[in-house]
């Protein structure tokens, strides 16, 4: 990555686009385990920060599944180089011992990767898909789908955040 190009994405690029993200964020979270059922709904706090000049967006966060709380972090960014987004997520919750490393086309203007978890069990490894599109400088909407290991994809987790005041 070449200083240029990266000044260059800052301004106007796929940085600029992860910068209009930073900030102090609430709202809603949301999981299915099921399609057709959901399993919890709760307030869900979050920040994300810029981190080493730019290059990464740090999201770390705060909700409850029923009496138990969660804790999460992710940190985002976009390769200039291999023009690919990139992610990593861990989670009180949902992902045990795994940080898990996501990865999607940069083609696409939303941030969309995809990582993949074990059944916990030695089974055939499932897919996950995250999504962050930002509709608004004061709306923030992240998805979350799991893939069963036949390619079909489900909605398991959805958060809209609105700016904090």
């Known amino acids: 990555m070449g200083k240029q ?10 940085h600029r686009q992860l910068a209009r993200m ?36 740090l999201h770390e966060y705060e909700s409850r599944f029923n009496d138990e709380p969660i804790e999460g972090i992710a940190l985002y960014g976009f390769h200039l180089d291999d023009n690919e987004w990139q992610a990593a997520w861990a989670e009180s919750f949902g992902t045990g011992t795994q940080l898990m490393s996501c990865v999607g086309p940069g083609d696409d203007p939303r941030l969309d990767v995809l990582g993949s978890y074990g059944d ?46």
């Open 5 to 14: 190009a990266f000044e260059a994405s800052l301004a106007e690029g796929r």
């Open 120 to 165: 916990g069990q030695g089974g055939p490894r499932w897919g996950w898909r995250t999504r962050l599109e930002q509709p608004d400088d004061d709306t923030l909407v992240i998805t979350m789908s799991n893939i069963t290991p036949q390619g079909e994809e489900m909605l398991a987790v959805e958060t809209r955040y609105t700016r904090s005041k």
């Open 22 to 57: 930073a900030g102090e964020w609430e709202g809603r979270f949301r999981l299915w385990f099921t399609p057709d059922e959901l399993a919890c709904e709760a307030a869900q706090r979050g920040t994300l920060r810029s981190v080493l000049g730019g290059r990464f967006l």
